[in-house]
């Protein structure tokens, strides 16, 4: 044997070598035997019950459950605004405190929630007034984000001039503004027809590309679900609690809308479709 036959034998195969083999990347939140029990006047309510998920950096994850299945609960423990009961919580591998406290995120609530007497420009700079951050930034970075969800011709307006639709966008571009690696949006769309809500998840698929967060995003929707994600967490209420988890990253980064219409997203759907219903069936 040749001795570069004998060194190259002298190396075990490929995946075992600790130094090649590719780190995976530390989740951006990791829940482990997540529990919250809400003590209720009448009896406790089991919000989350033994929810263990990790999300990856870059993810677009969807959670979609009947009304009452936890989901609002699991992204505001994320967020720091409720304490679970029990089991482990990180979020970019520290506490849900300190990544609050880090300001790692940014939240998109159910409904836009801005001041009216506010311009846009002022509402989308108010986190960064917040943080302390100078005047002659604070324009430039609202100039940019306003410019990323397309309102720039709307930084003078008040919210009551703006469609829902718009108002939406300017709540994403509030929560983008001081730039945080994740994105928690609870229902966004969720009051919004048909049609802006399409024009939408279009243009917040553009977004998630250009800017590589990680994205939770709560619907009751099984397309925009499916459309949006890398993965749809499907769950059950009473105790709230994970039933199927549906990798749909397979339908690839680009999306057109027309992809709905797709073989391979219509067995995503109903393979969604069977989570909720499996669900349903473990509540009787
Ligand atoms: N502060 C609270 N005190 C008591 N029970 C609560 C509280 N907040 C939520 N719950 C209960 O916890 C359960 C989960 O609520 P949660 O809002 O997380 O569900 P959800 O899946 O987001 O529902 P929806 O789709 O209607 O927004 C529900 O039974 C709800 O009534």
């Known amino acids: 044997m040749s001795r570069a036959g004998a060194l190259a034998l002298k190396q075990p195969p490929e995946p075992d070598r600790p130094a090649l083999r590719a780190a995976a990347p530390r989740p951006v939140v990791s829940a482990r035997g ?53 089991g482990e919580l990180t979020v970019n591998g520290v506490s849900a405190e300190a990544a609050r406290l880090r300001r790692d995120y940014g939240f998109v609530f159910q409904a836009p929630a801005l001041y009216p007497w506010r311009t846009i420009e002022r509402n989308v700079a108010l986190p960064l007034e917040l943080f302390g951050v100078p005047r002659a930034e604070r324009r430039e970075r609202v100039a940019r984000y306003l410019d990323l969800v397309q309102l720039s011709g709307f930084a003078k307006k008040f919210p009551w001039q703006l469609s829902g639709g718009m108002q939406s966008r300017a709540s994403i571009a509030r929560a983008l503004c001081f730039d945080p690696k994740l994105l928690l949006m609870d229902e966004p769309f969720g009051a919004l027809d048909e049609i802006v809500r399409d024009h939408l998840n279009a243009q917040l698929l553009a977004l998630w590309r250009a800017t590589a967060k990680t994205v939770l995003f709560v619907t009751h929707s099984i397309p925009e679900a499916v459309y949006l994600s890398t993965r749809v967490v499907v769950m059950s209420p009473r105790p709230g609690r994970i039933v199927d988890i549906v990798d749909c ?5 680009e999306r057109p809308l027309e992809i709905r219409e797709s073989p391979e997203f219509l067995r995503l759907g109903q393979r969604v479709r069977e989570g909720l219903r499996a669900g349903h069936a473990y509540d009787a």
């Open 34 to 86: 997540l529990c919250l029990t809400y003590e209720a006047a009448d009896a406790p309510v089991r919000a989350l019950a033994d929810v263990d998920l990790d999300v990856a950096p870059g993810e677009f994850v969807s959670f979609i459950g009947p009304s009452g299945c936890g989901k609002t609960t699991l992204l505001r423990c994320v967020a720091d605004l409720e304490q679970p009961t029990g």
């Open 249 to 253: 990253a397979g339908l690839g980064p």
